[in-house]
């Protein structure tokens, strides 16, 4: 429509150029003929004018002579229905009379004095028709010119229409890459990003779909201990009863809520859910918070937890995550540590970046299973009758691949037990937290 | 009727264990597929509770494993409410029954009795012997339609021997029926049930066979009360 538009704008410029040139032009020619026409007038004697003269151009455009002598007596006038002025003024002029405005030549010769006039009109009338005429075929293509345009735009834009109806027939059940075979170059880039953001929209739509099955899987369990410890309490008979049935019921509806928070823990690590920026995070205070958080429970166990070494720590991160990192590292190293153990955080730099460790002299992991623990949901096999959520170091690898930061298992205190060090090897960009960083878990 | 319950999760195990014996059974609780193997070669079990998802050997392959050695005792698994596959595959393995999870205490105990009386290959709920007449489910005895009041254990000796008229069951026998591994036997505890049996049924319903162990006599035989 724009350029329909833009074409016929520019038809009509053309026509109003051609105009204003052909009327300089036609005033050149006519200016011309009437000194031509005066010329032949003066060149000979009155008495040579021929009778026919004052018939010129007969008709409103007609020329109009007049002749006066050296008194200013009128010899001849051709046409004298006309009213034009009576004098003269030598040379080229333009006047404005009743009947429109006249182009008037007067020559001096052989003592008379001779006028050639004409309207102006017909210069106008000349130039338009000349305009006309340039402009006719012009004005006679356009409407093929529209269809051809119509036509070809038509034609250069199916490839694009093709891609918006296939990307209209995705959704999140159907995330399969757009068709990018017999496509022009111009669309393939456009559709060679579509097909990488579908892909990565589906990467994480199955991540979250497994978590999600995963998670509603983990749930039962708890929540099928809860309804058989609700059924034991409903069951009994004395006070006694009811009352170990009631504590055996909080014990597992506190298992239950436990869970719940980790999995959302763990659902805000996911990728893409996170939008918190990067702050500089001082990891020796954050750890002492933690060891400050959790020393009651260690000292029911008698587990004796400090903070062994804390130089240099500074990172930069999400500080509500480094946190939760920190605190499930040791928060699983007193669980699995038995009665009267050990569990040592440091944190140092030892040339490769900022390291914490957290150090227990508990069963440790096997080296088979060092491999999976990491895993969401994966509980090591007998580790001395304590379950837990499966989720802590699920969340921890979470949180150390959103900082670009190592995580290594290595022996504990002494050569017993687990030792896990996160190591942030390089700093975190600005602003910029890792929201896919690595692949998915 | 005791009963090994195989289940990974040490509350559902503990409620299961705890439910299941206030409705008289006796449960023998592990927590992974190898200890469940070892419990099922001592043969003191009468069916089996088994929670597929169990670590170091799976249910399926314990069940699997059951059922290539000859074993036919009942086996009734208990899955999740979406693992229709689980179910199927349990029940294809040779498992006779299954709940879902979370399931009804009062349920569970009603599917193993209802197993155990298959095997015994009866359809009535209640045990007839004569003019005694028992109820699992409700643990109830009655002579001549008149109610007897039984212990827990007194119920459970009773129970094994008139599942079984005829059948000559040994000390060993009946203590590993009425006793799991968790509670302590008394040297004497068998023959102190038998006296209060005895006292409350009549003398001549449970015959001692010297040296071997203890019967109710075929109803059919003339000793039949």
Redesign the interface.
């Known amino acids: 429509m724009w350029l329909l538009l833009g074409i016929a704008l520019a038809v009509a410029a053309a026509a109003v150029g051609t105009y204003l040139r052909a009327r300089v032009e036609a005033n050149e020619l006519f200016d011309y003929q009437l000194k031509e026409m005066a010329a032949s007038l003066t060149d000979a004697p009155f008495a040579a004018v021929p009778a026919g003269a004052g018939s010129i151009g007969a008709g409103s455009d007609a020329m109009v002579v007049q002749i006066w002598d050296r008194n200013g007596v009128q010899l001849f006038l051709s046409q004298p229905r006309r009213v034009l002025p009576q004098n003269a003024q030598l040379g080229f002029s333009t006047v404005a009379t009743e009947s429109g405005q006249w182009r008037l030549f007067s020559a001096l010769a052989a003592g008379q004095v001779v006028q050639i006039a004409q309207p102006m009109s017909a210069r106008r009338e000349l130039a338009a028709s000349m305009a006309l005429r340039t402009i006719m075929p012009l004005l006679a293509v356009l409407p093929f010119l529209a269809l051809l345009i119509w036509f070809t735009i038509a034609r250069g834009l199916r490839p694009l229409d093709q891609v918006a109806a296939a990307v209209a027939r995705r959704s999140p059940a159907l995330l399969t890459p757009l068709p990018d075979s017999d496509l022009p170059r111009e669309v393939q880039p456009l559709v060679g990003a579509l097909n990488g953001l579908l892909s990565r929209l589906r990467h994480t739509l199955d991540a979250q779909r497994a978590f999600v099955a995963d998670a509603?899987?983990e749930l039962?369990?708890?929540?099928?201990?809860v309804?058989?410890?609700a059924?034991?309490a409903e069951?009994a008979t004395t006070d006694g009863e009811r009352a170990a049935a009631l504590a055996?019921l909080k014990?597992?509806l506190e298992?239950a809520t436990r869970l719940v928070e980790q999995l959302l823990t763990l659902a805000r690590e996911e990728p893409g859910v996170s939008g918190s920026q990067a702050t500089t995070v001082d990891l020796a205070a954050l750890a002492r918070e933690v060891i400050s958080d959790l020393a009651p429970l260690a000292g029911a166990k008698g587990i004796d937890l400090g903070l062994s070494a804390a130089s240099a720590s500074t990172v930069s991160g999400d500080a509500d995550a480094l946190r939760t990192l920190i605190s499930n590292l040791v928060d699983n190293a007193i669980r699995y540590t038995p009665a009267g153990g050990k569990v040592d955080v440091a944190l140092g730099n030892d040339g490769g970046g900022v390291a914490l460790t957290v150090r227990d002299n508990g069963p440790g992991i096997a080296a088979v299973d060092r491999e999976r623990v990491f895993d969401r949901f994966y509980?090591g096999?007998?580790a001395g009758?304590i379950?837990g959520s499966g989720l802590g170091l699920a969340i921890v690898k979470r949180i150390a691949e959103r900082h670009f930061a190592d995580l290594e298992l290595s022996s504990g205190i002494d050569g017993h037990g687990l030792g896990v060090t996160v190591r942030f090897t390089q700093p975190v960009p600005p602003r910029t937290l890792a929201q896919d960083g690595g692949a998915t878990a | 009727m005791r009963v090994l319950l195989a289940e990974d999760?040490?509350?559902?195990g503990?409620?299961?264990r705890?439910?299941l014996s206030?409705d008289g059974f006796t449960v023998d609780w592990v927590?992974?597929g190898r200890a469940a193997e070892a419990a099922l070669a001592e043969r003191v079990h009468d069916a089996v509770l088994l929670d597929l998802g169990l670590?170091?050997k799976t249910g399926l392959e314990v069940l699997l494993a059951m059922r290539r050695g000859g074993d036919t005792r009942p086996v009734l698994i208990m899955t999740?409410?979406?693992a229709i596959a689980d179910r199927v595959a349990g029940l294809d393995a040779g498992a006779d029954d299954y709940v879902v999870?979370?399931?009804?205490?009062?349920e569970l105990a009603a599917r193993l009795r209802a197993l155990s009386r298959r095997r015994a290959g009866r359809a009535d709920p209640i045990l007839a012997y004569g003019a005694i007449e028992l109820d699992p489910a409700s643990h109830q005895a009655r002579v001549r339609g008149q109610p007897v009041s039984l212990s827990a254990r007194e119920f459970a000796l009773l129970q094994a021997l008139l599942t079984r008229p005829g059948a000559v069951l040994s000390r060993a026998q009946l203590e590993a029926r009425l006793y799991g591994w968790s509670d302590s036997v008394e040297s004497n505890a068998v023959e102190v049930h038998i006296h209060a049996l005895r006292k409350k049924l009549g003398a001549d319903l449970i015959r001692n066979v010297r040296g071997v162990g203890w019967m109710v006599a075929k109803p059919d035989s003339e000793a039949a009360p």
């Open positions: 509603a899987h039962r369990t708890p929540l099928t201990a309804h058989l410890q059924q034991l069951r055996e014990a597992g298992r509980r096999g007998g009758g379950r | 999760d040490v509350m559902i503990a409620s299961v705890r439910g206030q927590e992974d670590p170091r999740a409410r979406d999870k979370p399931f009804d205490l009062t």
